[in-house]
């Protein structure tokens, strides 16, 4: 029984949604973005909120699933996401070029990262990345790939690196 699915989607000021059957789309302030809800799962607009309910009576899961996606979608046109990733290791370097992000991590070649559609880029010093974008899963999508280049080695920490994230030390091996 899904817990989710029961509380409504309040909708800020400024965002427009509009429902044509299973196609909502969401405009704001950031940019806009469209979700198709899955046929189990009817969706009103009520007071100004989104209510979410299975159209069986059954599948609740599925029901959670969609408003969660949808809260995902009115966050991300109303106030956006972002990433913050950190370069650890002597030379490695970032630089945000136009749509692109140019990568120094110690390969004998600089790696050149486009940037896809609705995802942007800052680089505030040259050990620091901040990818922003309305589409929760596309910014988290492009961190996951420019982290993965060069993940984190657990005896220095060098790499890319989430900025809230742990790396776990090993220690190093003793004679």
Do not use: C, W
């Not at 309040?10 to 789309?25: F, M």
């Not at 490695?92 to 070649?109: C, D, I, P, V, W």
């Not at 900025?163 to 003793?174: C, F, M, Q, S, T």
């Amino acid at each position: 029984m899904s817990r989710v699915a029961k509380k409504p989607v309040s909708l800020p000021k400024g965002v427009e949604i509009k429902i044509d059957g299973q196609l909502i789309s969401f405009k704001g302030p950031k940019g806009t973005l469209e979700q198709m809800v899955h046929e189990s799962v009817n969706v009103e607009l009520k007071d100004g909120e989104l209510v979410f309910s299975p159209v069986d009576g059954v599948d609740m899961a599925m029901a959670g699933t969609m408003r969660s996606l949808a809260d995902n979608n009115v966050t991300g046109v109303s106030a956006g996401f972002e990433r913050r990733l950190q370069l650890v290791g002597v030379g490695y370097r970032a630089q945000a070029q136009g749509n692109t992000l140019k990568l120094e991590l110690g390969f004998s070649h600089p790696i050149n990262y486009p940037m896809p559609e609705g995802v942007s880029v800052e680089t505030p010093s040259q050990t620091e990345i901040v990818i922003r974008g309305a589409d929760k899963q596309k910014v988290g999508q492009v961190a996951a790939e420019v982290r993965a280049f060069r993940p984190p080695e657990p005896y220095k920490g060098k790499g890319v690196k989430y900025a809230e994230e742990n790396i776990l030390r090993k220690e190093a091996k003793k004679k």
